[in-house]
């Protein structure tokens, strides 16, 4: 499987950006998929996730509220970013998790595969 996220860019805080992932070599049936973000200095932090099958969503506390994790069909998956901080400044992550386990859902060690990130910047 591998993902491509697109979407990424600079905004000013208070505004909106919508990611999406796109996966190519096969549908996704199953599993986990989630965004994390690492900020230059910084470790890889969980975003949001969601169980593909049954479609639960899952979020850090800092975005609760202002993000939202979507799933569009079969192969693409979005993540709507609203009330945007200089603090989410970072690269952003799409990833995928196929056996669906529960407890690896905000671990990024869980995750098996990864896309190439895309940067997002939000001036102050």
């Known amino acids: 499987v591998q993902l491509v996220e697109s979407g990424g860019g600079l905004v000013q805080a208070g505004g909106s950006l919508r990611l999406s992932c796109s996966a190519s070599g096969r549908t996704i049936s199953g599993g986990n998929i989630g965004w994390f973000r690492q900020a230059p200095g910084k470790e890889r932090e969980f975003v949001a996730a969601l169980r593909w099958s049954g479609g639960s969503t899952f979020y850090a506390d800092s975005v609760k509220g202002r993000f939202t994790i979507s799933r569009d069909d079969a192969k693409n998956l979005s993540l709507q970013m609203n009330s945007l901080k200089p603090e989410d400044t970072a690269v952003y992550y799409c990833?995928?998790?196929?056996?669906?386990?529960?407890?690896?859902?905000?671990?990024?060690?869980?995750?098996?595969?990864w896309g190439q990130g895309t940067q997002v910047t939000v001036s102050s």
């Open positions: 990833a995928l998790e196929p056996r669906g386990i529960l407890s690896s859902v905000r671990f990024a060690s869980g995750y098996d595969y």
